[in-house]
């Protein structure tokens, strides 16, 4: 089976493992087949078929097992809360995924802002710098942007916090990806603009200026949205 866009790739093996257990093919305590032979029947790299276990482990479909591999897990013990992937392609869907994202993204930043210890900063700040190099090396720096905004989750010490993003980090990353790709790629004019973004929200937590830091990080979000339509 050949995943033939980018955007496909893990969402097109999750729907299938979905489907697999839906129907009963994959029944409850039975194993996943393994990372390599997924990647062979869908033609991808097994850090493709790994992000795609990763969504089913954050929705309580499978388990992890160590050393043992990836289990299905009892109907019971599943998550009920799901967003739902068409809601991406949709206009009115979007808005409304953006705006959950936007509360998360200046929650979270209040909450660091509050939180947040020196060894946080830190790891904020390397990742404000990190993204900067990417910016001068014409690299797209999408991995030093979810160190970025993965490191003020972690400056909130709220496991439910924690928990959330990682549920959200894993079905709309591609989002995320997609609208900073937009930027670097179409409008390079803007790159400063969005490290502009990361810096004011950076330099709010650093004050321990919680309202300013939540604004910085809504603003930062909604831009991102007018970014991604473009």
């Known amino acids: 089976m050949k995943i033939e866009t980018s955007t496909s790739l893990t969402t097109?093996?999750?729907?299938?493992?979905?489907?697999?257990?839906?129907?009963?093919?994959?029944?409850?305590?039975?194993?996943?087949p393994s990372e390599k032979q997924l990647g062979e029947q869908f033609s991808v790299s097994r850090s493709v078929v790994r992000e795609a276990v990763a969504q089913l482990k954050s929705?309580?479909?499978?388990?992890?097992?160590?050393?043992?591999?990836?289990?299905?897990?009892?109907?019971?013990t599943r998550?009920?809360?799901?967003?739902?992937?068409?809601?991406?392609?949709?206009?009115?869907?979007?808005t409304q995924i953006i705006e959950l994202l936007a509360t998360l993204e200046a929650g979270?930043?209040?909450?660091?802002?509050?939180?947040?210890?020196p060894a946080d900063l830190k790891k904020i700040k390397q990742a404000l710098v990190g993204m900067e190099y990417a910016i001068i090396s014409d690299r797209l720096g999408d991995e030093e942007d979810y160190a970025f905004h993965q490191a003020i989750v972690d400056s909130t010490k709220n496991t439910h916090f924690l928990q959330l993003n990682e549920y959200i980090e894993q079905h709309v990353r591609r989002l995320i990806r997609r609208a900073r790709s937009n930027t670097v790629?179409?409008?390079?004019?803007?790159?400063?603009?969005?490290q502009a973004e990361h810096k004011a929200i950076f330099d709010a937590i650093e004050a321990k200026d919680p309202d300013r830091a939540g604004l910085a990080a809504e603003t930062h979000l909604r831009n991102a949205a007018k970014r991604l339509s473009k």
């Open 79 to 94: 998550q009920s809360f799901r967003l739902n992937m068409a809601d991406l392609e949709d206009t009115e869907g979007l």
């Open 108 to 117: 979270a930043a209040r909450y660091a802002a509050i939180r947040r210890t």
């Open 12 to 32: 097109e093996i999750v729907a299938w493992l979905n489907h697999e257990i839906e129907s009963g093919k994959l029944v409850a305590g039975q194993k996943l």
């Open 59 to 76: 929705e309580g479909i499978v388990n992890s097992q160590q050393g043992r591999g990836v289990f299905v897990n009892e109907r019971g």
């Open 185 to 194: 790629n179409r409008f390079t004019n803007l790159v400063q603009a969005v």
